[in-house]
T-cell receptor, first 111, second 112 residues
Framework: KAGVTQTPRYLIKTRGQQVTLSCSPI?????VSWYQQTPGQGLQFLFE???????NKGNFPGRFSGRQFSNSRSEMNVSTLELGDSALYLC??????????FGPGTRLTVL | GENVEQHPSTLSVQEGDSAVIKCTYS??????FPWYKQELGKRPQLIID?????GEKKDQRIAVTLNKTAKHFSLHITETQPEDSAVYFC???????????FGTGTSLTVIP
């Protein structure tokens, strides 16, 4: 099976802009989670989608949003970018109850 | 919500020695505890996991122990090799399995 894919892999934006990141899960996986990874902070949970429904949300401001489509692909949107949003954004897919498989991540740099 | 703490943040060992990484969690309802290895520039990959109904699990040189009463779990790597050098993350999952809380990571360096 093909692994989790994320596009784009790298992104450079300026403050105030918005950005959309995409994640395609492993075929058959209906759960997609998003994480923000920064040095020293580990992986911080953003939200999780299952069958197009957001089941859980982490402690991030409303500028961070997401959605999931009927084919389980998911997008994450960040509006009004801030310098502190620079990070590696990882998505992970799973069957819903256990092992998560991570994508390669999107490296977002905000200037 | 759940809080996962991980120690140490950095660890250096000589090749062939053992390495131990410890994590504590706060929510007694958490029931699934995976460990991920992330090599430089790569994605995190699951190396071993344990459920709350099990006290210990081994896979070749890697083992994980869980103490539910004390709410802590540990990763043990024996006979370390240079290719074990990476950042290791512990995590705890809520019972629904739809939210994972990660520790802040341990950077392991195995010195040849």
């Amino acid at each position: 099976k093909a692994g989790v894919t994320q596009t784009p892999r790298y992104l450079i934006k300026t403050r105030g802009q918005q950005v959309t990141l995409s994640c395609s899960p492993i075929s058959g996986h209906r759960s997609v989670s998003w994480y923000q990874q920064t040095p020293g902070q580990g992986l911080q949970f953003l939200f999780e989608y299952f069958s197009e429904t957001q089941r859980n949300k982490g402690n991030f401001p409303g500028r961070f949003s997401g959605r999931q489509f009927s084919n389980s692909r998911s997008e994450m949107n960040v509006s009004t970018l801030e310098l502190g949003d620079s990070a590696l954004y990882l998505c992970a897919s799973s069957l819903g109850l256990d092992e998560q498989f991570f994508g390669p991540g999107t490296r977002l740099t905000v200037l | 919500g759940e809080n996962v703490e991980q120690h140490p943040s950095t660890l250096s060992v000589q090749e062939g020695d053992s390495a131990v990484i410890k994590c504590t969690y706060s929510d007694s309802a958490s029931n699934y505890f995976p460990w991920y290895k992330q090599e430089l520039g790569k994605r995190p990959q699951l190396i071993i996991d344990i459920r709350s109904n099990v006290g210990e699990k081994k896979d070749q040189r890697i083992a994980v122990t869980l103490n539910k009463t004390a709410k802590h779990f540990s990763l043990h790597i024996t006979e370390t090799q240079p290719e074990d050098s990476a950042v290791y993350f512990c995590a705890a999952s809520n019972p629904a399995g739809n939210q994972f809380y990660f520790g802040t990571g341990t950077s392991l360096t195995v010195i040849p």
